[in-house]
């Protein structure tokens, strides 16, 4: 056999080597690095908020909200400025999501305290709660995300980055084939 046939052989072998050694080193060498969330994964569970009522004073109950990603805020009490932080974060990451925008609904229940506390803005969806109903939930606002299913699974930090919650809202919402 000539050199330059063992030379072309050789060739020909590696490149149908080249594909079952690159899957053997992506196996057993490398190790991709765990994505880690923003947010804190919590333990999912319904929220049951008894007497919730919509702006119009109306009767409400986030099951109406099922089939789609929630972006929730929870206020003890009146939208501060912090409060207002969390609500344009979630404006601005909601709206980063494109053409998948629609797949998100953002939402503030608050304490009811008073009729004239509402806060304008025109895809925020405002629910009102007596007090009592808001005990188990901890006291700073903070957002937390419900799946379609209705169960809340995330909760951002209290001064939330919004990259991280982009980050993590649009891994789910490309992770998800519901909602």
């Given at each position: 056999m000539h050199r330059a046939d063992r030379i072309k052989l050789l060739l020909l072998m590696s490149l149908f080597a080249a594909p079952a050694l690159a899957a053997w080193v992506a196996h057993q060498v490398?190790?991709?690095?765990?994505?880690?969330?923003?947010?804190?994964?919590?333990?999912?569970?319904?929220?049951r908020f008894v007497g919730m009522a919509d702006a119009a004073g109306q009767p409400a109950d986030l099951a109406?909200?099922?089939?789609?990603?929630v972006l929730l805020t929870v206020a003890?009490?009146?939208?501060?400025?912090?409060?207002?932080?969390q609500l344009y974060l979630g404006h601005q990451v909601r709206f980063a999501q494109g053409r998948e925008r629609e797949r998100v609904a953002r939402v503030l229940i608050q304490a009811l305290?008073?009729?004239d506390s509402a806060v304008p803005d025109g895809h925020l969806l405002t629910y009102r709660v007596p007090r009592a109903a808001l005990a188990?939930?901890?006291?700073?606002?903070?957002?937390?995300?419900?799946?379609?299913?209705?169960?809340v699974m995330l909760?951002?930090?209290?001064?939330?980055?919004?990259?991280?919650?982009?980050?993590?809202?649009?891994?789910?919402?490309?992770?998800?084939k519901i909602g």
């Open positions: 490398w190790q991709p690095a765990v994505a880690a969330s923003y947010g804190e994964l919590l333990q999912p569970f319904v929220p109406a909200l099922h089939g789609r990603w003890k009490g009146e939208c501060g400025p912090a409060c207002r932080q305290i008073h009729a188990d939930w901890p006291d700073p606002v903070r957002t937390y995300i419900v799946d379609p299913l209705g169960r909760r951002f930090p209290v001064a939330a980055e919004g990259k991280g919650m982009l980050r993590d809202l649009r891994q789910l919402l490309k992770a998800s």
